[in-house]
């Protein structure tokens, strides 16, 4: 009788596991034109002495920390190391220069019209996890690392089960009263970071690691799952009513984004009902979103779809949605219309940029290079 458990949870497990591993079943010219592109995109963004370019936007140095932290375990690369300490370590000094540790972003209009200062998810979800990652894996950083858990923690959080959408940075407030449900990938964001966080600070603080772990769990467990459809979609909120002027197939993508990288980064949500989850929207995005992205030349069908969804995603309009979309595909078993995806955004990589563009290209093809793939 032990032996049949033993094999059955062998068998549960085995798919998972291969998150933490190079998937052998990605065709080698693939991984060698996708291995290739995004080491010149981040040789490009050293200067000749090594240093870095000015990176340009807080998101750009999350990811991009990331981005080459990644390509440094995977190639021993000493200048991706040196690289990605840089920009872990200038996002730690720009958190620290504020009063709550969320970086601005851009003025927002409070309901009544004040205006404030606007910081908080995806963004904060994106640099706070990419740069607890790095240090984790570097040891030593225990005061660092606590301080990221610290700020998520005092995050403005609801025990409905959500975390705020927008906070002022100056008053650490949330923009909109706790009482109305977040929108589900901003939402998403931080309980990823909170996810990954807590096992990242467990030993040293149990308590705030117990804390981040409850928020997270809540968040997901008790309201981003309920929220999904039958179909595997999510809506851009957590209620059933969408803005008609919002690419909600694309938010779509970004909070499937996001719970699998949780998945990658905390081998404890490796488990049947996140992953099932993850399972329907993998499917959806392959039969709703997939036909309608380049190199495919669909239009829309889906009826989730808003007036700001576009027709078609074309790679030279919005190139982040095919990096997305690639490793969504490829990260749900779905190698072949992932690869296909891939390989037409890869011929239109922005080598070299420094910003927003060249980090939503990097982060996710170092991501599936990393190992990333799965088989259902």
């Known amino acids: ?15 998972l596991a291969s998150l933490d591993a190079a ?4 065709p080698a010219d693939f991984k060698s034109k996708l291995q290739t592109t995004l080491t010149q995109h981040l040789n490009q963004l050293l200067r000749e002495d ?10 750009s140095e999350g990811n991009g920390a990331l981005a080459f932290y990644l390509m440094f375990e995977l190639t021993g690369e000493p200048k991706f190391r040196v690289a990605a300490l840089a920009l872990a370590d200038q996002v730690l000094k720009d958190m620290r220069a504020t009063k709550h540790g969320v970086l601005p972003i851009k003025e927002k209009d409070k309901p009544g019209g004040e ?17 607890a990652y790095i240090l984790h894996r570097e040891g030593g950083r225990a005061d660092d690392l606590k301080y990221i858990a610290t ?23 949330s923009k909109l009263p706790m009482t109305k449900p977040a929108i589900i990938n901003k939402t998403a964001a931080v309980a990823m970071a909170a996810g ?5 600070v467990r030993e040293m603080d149990p308590a705030l690691a117990a804390s981040l772990k409850h928020k997270a769990d809540k968040c997901i467990y008790g309201q981003i799952l309920p929220a999904q459809l039958e179909d595997g979609f999510w809506h851009y909120s ?9 690419d909600v197939l694309g938010y779509f993508m970004l909070t499937t984004k996001e719970l699998m990288d949780l998945q990658k980064f905390n081998p404890e949500y490796r488990e049947e009902k996140l992953t099932a989850a993850l399972r329907k929207a993998q499917a959806f995005a392959l039969q709703q979103i997939a036909p309608m992205t380049d190199p ?8 989730h779809a808003a007036r700001g969804t576009p027709e078609h995603y074309a790679v030279q309009e919005d190139l982040k949605r095919s990096f997305q979309l690639g490793l969504i595909l490829i990260g749900g078993g779905h190698a072949d219309e992932g690869i296909k995806i891939m390989n037409t955004a890869l011929d239109h990589f922005p080598v070299g940029n420094a910003g927003q563009d060249g980090a939503h290209a990097a982060e996710p093809s170092a991501l599936i290079l990393s190992g990333f793939s799965s088989t259902p």
């Open 1 to 15: 009788m032990n032996s049949i458990l033993l094999l059955f949870t062998l068998l549960l497990l085995t798919p």
């Open 23 to 26: 998937d052998s079943k990605l």
């Open 50 to 59: 090594g240093s870095l370019a000015e990176m340009k936007g807080k998101t």
């Open 115 to 131: 205006k404030i200062t606007g910081g908080g998810p995806p963004a904060l979800g994106a640099y706070t996890a990419g740069v």
């Open 151 to 173: 700020v998520l923690d005092r995050y403005p959080w609801s025990e409905e089960g959500w975390f705020a959408s927008t906070i002022d940075v100056d008053t650490g407030e």
């Open 196 to 200: 990954i966080v807590s096992s990242y």
């Open 238 to 246: 957590l209620l059933d009513r969408d803005p008609k002027d919002k």
């Open 296 to 303: 495919n030349t669909g239009t829309v069908t889906s009826e």
